[in-house]
């Protein structure tokens, strides 16, 4: 793994990267590709930077919707943070949630699952017993206790908010391991400040099973936040958007996927058409893909109206 001096540890470039299509208008021959499909991300990308959806980008995805193209939300949010959501949105979407370890429709109905098996999620706790404050472990099961921590702590500078908003779903269990009782988890995450949750990779990537999953990070550093989820072998946005466009019969040329950080970077490999952020992970920037404008600034209202909507697209 090769490693940037000030941030997470970086992949090689992933499965589909090799494959992705370059845009490029110098092409002796330009043909127009119609977008069929658009993978939004959320925190960072659909959201503004106070966690608003903006009306502008509510409009432009029912224009897009209207015009037969899908719509498909991916996140690392858990299901029912993610329906709230979703249900703010005037047309149908499908859901790709905990960084593509679940494809849901709105209603709930369950299309993919890919859980982390439990005795991995366990071996993963138990060697890191000195970050278990910053622990918790995800089920997909419906109502109460779908999240456990150690301790909820509501003031946590960082952690507060979410715990506030999802206290129904969460549950308060120590030692973490007894959580386990024969159920596969979604997930383990760590959650932290950057440096911290740096640590936890390295140590993660460093044990003797890290074949046995994979990682997925997402770094907020203008808040000093970075959210670490363990999931099973394989798993991430990129795979869950290529079975689900393989599933609707939508050619990885017709897709259209926004996002903005380390955990979007699978996704957007995958799309023929990738675009980032205005305000993305600059590293991701460097990758040669459209940029939009950022979250503040209806990034997903303008990347959909002058790519999707405009017939801008090439091949």
Not at 10 to 30: C, K, S
Not at 178 to 186: K, Q, S, T
Not at 262 to 278: H, I, K, Q, S, T
């Amino acid at each position: 793994m090769r490693r940037r001096r000030a941030g997470p540890a970086i992949a090689p470039p992933g499965p589909f990267a090799h494959r992705r299509l370059r845009v490029l208008e110098t092409q002796a021959t330009i043909e127009a590709v119609p977008i069929k499909l658009i993978a939004m991300d959320i925190d960072g990308t659909l959201l503004d930077s106070n966690a608003q959806l903006p009306p502008e980008n509510v409009a432009a995805i029912a224009e897009a919707a209207e015009r037969g193209i899908e719509i498909v939300l991916v996140t690392g949010r858990r299901f029912d943070f993610t329906r709230s959501l979703s249900d703010a949105l005037p047309c149908e979407v499908h859901l790709i949630v905990s960084n593509g370890s679940l494809i849901k429709s709105r209603s709930g109905e369950t299309h993919h699952r890919l859980l982390l098996p439990s005795a991995t999620a366990r071996r993963v706790i138990e060697a890191l017993p000195q970050f278990r404050a910053e622990a918790s472990v995800v089920f997909d099961r419906p109502g109460e206790k779908q999240v456990f921590l150690e301790r909820i702590d509501l003031d946590d500078p960082r952690r507060g908010p979410y715990l506030r908003k999802n206290h129904s779903h969460i549950g308060e269990i120590c030692p973490l391991t007894d959580c386990f009782n024969g159920e596969d988890p979604v997930q383990v995450g760590f959650v932290g400040g950057l440096e911290e949750i740096r640590v936890v990779q390295r140590l993660l990537l460093e044990l003797p099973f890290s074949s046995e999953f994979s990682l997925s990070i997402t770094e907020y550093p203008e808040r000093d936040l970075s959210i670490l989820d363990v999931l099973r072998r394989g798993v991430s946005k990129g795979f869950a958007l290529s079975e689900w466009a393989q599933r609707r019969g939508i050619p990885r040329q017709e897709v259209m996927a926004i996002g903005d950080n380390w955990n979007d970077r699978e996704m957007l490999e995958f799309a023929g058409f990738p675009v980032l952020m205005g305000n993305s992970v600059p590293e991701l920037k460097s990758l040669g893909w459209t940029v939009t404008l950022s979250n503040d600034e209806n990034g997903v209202a303008e990347a959909i109206r002058t790519y999707a909507l405009s017939g801008a697209v090439r091949s």
